[in-house]
């Protein structure tokens, strides 16, 4: 268990000394020391102070234009890496109004929080359990080798960035679709399940997002259906393989949290207080 630690550990690995905090009336971001130089062109938009790095009042409507230029300008600069022209929605709290909308690319560069719609899909065994430890496989998606982040990894048979304008429902039901060709009717059976918090120093700066999990039960000749082409491959594994891979390093930070959170939950692993404990402190209290 000693490496499932380590695993939800480095979902919280950040030393905010080598980062200043993005300020927009309260923190809601983090830029790190060596990009800060690189806002200093739009002298309109941010405040560089020794203690933090202010973005200048306004509307959101007027934020949002003001990033797009920001955002556009650091891409074309080699700053950002694999420009989605989709925004994400930036808010002081996970359901408070949104301050402003950027491209998503940039959300990592400036460490501004994400939310993301995760699926948990499940086969239950038909023996049901072996003694008081449920048998069932999980879905697992392996990411497509073309993906700009994380490439190759395992996920979550379905997971997804929930863009402007959506909400984590909204998001869930159109990444079945689109990543596992689940149609509505069986994606709408999926139940939330809680909500996780990631925060970890990435090469683009620091991903913070918070995921709302979901499970949903399948049926033994379910097949998913690659729609959008984003993943290499499909696989349904035993609930411990899954475990094993986990501690492996194969699953990305995020879907290996979600992933192992539900293996706890459905008691199918049954990890030591330290484990039980570093995911608790990964969870978002409603």
């Known amino acids: 268990m000693t490496t499932l630690l380590e695993h939800i550990r480095?979902?919280?690995?950040?030393?905010?000394?080598?980062?200043?905090?993005?300020?927009a009336g309260a923190r809601i971001g983090w830029v790190r020391r060596d990009l800060v130089a690189g806002l200093r062109g739009w002298p309109d938009v941010f405040t560089i102070e020794e203690r933090c790095v202010r973005l200048l009042p306004g509307s959101e409507a007027g934020r949002t234009a003001a990033l797009a230029k920001v955002a556009r300008g650091l891409?074309?600069?080699?700053?950002?890496?694999g420009w989605r022209d989709e925004t994400y929605a930036v808010r002081a709290t996970p359901k408070g109004a949104p301050l402003f909308h950027i491209e998503r690319a940039a959300m990592r560069l400036f460490g501004l929080?994400?939310?993301?719609?995760?699926?948990?899909?499940?086969?239950?065994?038909?023996?049901?359990?072996?003694g008081s430890v449920p048998i069932f496989q999980v879905w697992i998606a392996r990411r497509s080798a073309t993906k700009s982040i994380d490439p190759g990894l395992l996920d979550t048979l379905v997971g997804g960035g929930i863009p402007s304008g959506q909400d984590p429902w909204q998001a869930l039901l159109r990444e079945c679709h689109e990543e596992a060709g689940i149609e509505q009717a069986l994606a709408a059976n999926a139940r939330a399940a809680g909500v996780l918090q990631v925060c970890h120093?990435?090469?683009?700066?620091?991903?913070?997002?918070?995921l709302y999990v979901h499970d949903l039960e399948v049926a033994a000749d379910f097949q998913p259906r690659n729609i959008d082409r984003e993943v290499g491959e499909f696989m349904?594994?035993?609930a411990t393989e899954t475990a094993d891979r986990i501690a492996n390093g194969e699953f990305t930070v995020e879907a290996g949290l979600v992933t192992l959170d539900f293996l706890?939950?459905?008691?199918?692993?049954?990890p030591d207080g330290h484990v039980r404990a570093a995911l608790d402190r990964c969870r978002v209290r409603p």
Request: net charge negative; with cysteine; glycine share 8%.
């Open 236 to 238: 349904c594994l035993p």
């Open 113 to 130: 929080t994400s939310a993301a719609a995760h699926l948990n899909a499940f086969v239950r065994d038909a023996h049901g359990k072996m």
């Open 201 to 210: 120093e990435v090469p683009q700066g620091l991903h913070s997002e918070v």
């Open 264 to 270: 706890l939950r459905q008691g199918a692993i049954a």
């Open 75 to 81: 891409y074309e600069a080699g700053r950002i890496d």
């Open 10 to 23: 480095g979902a919280r690995v950040f030393d905010p000394a080598r980062f200043l905090p993005l300020e």
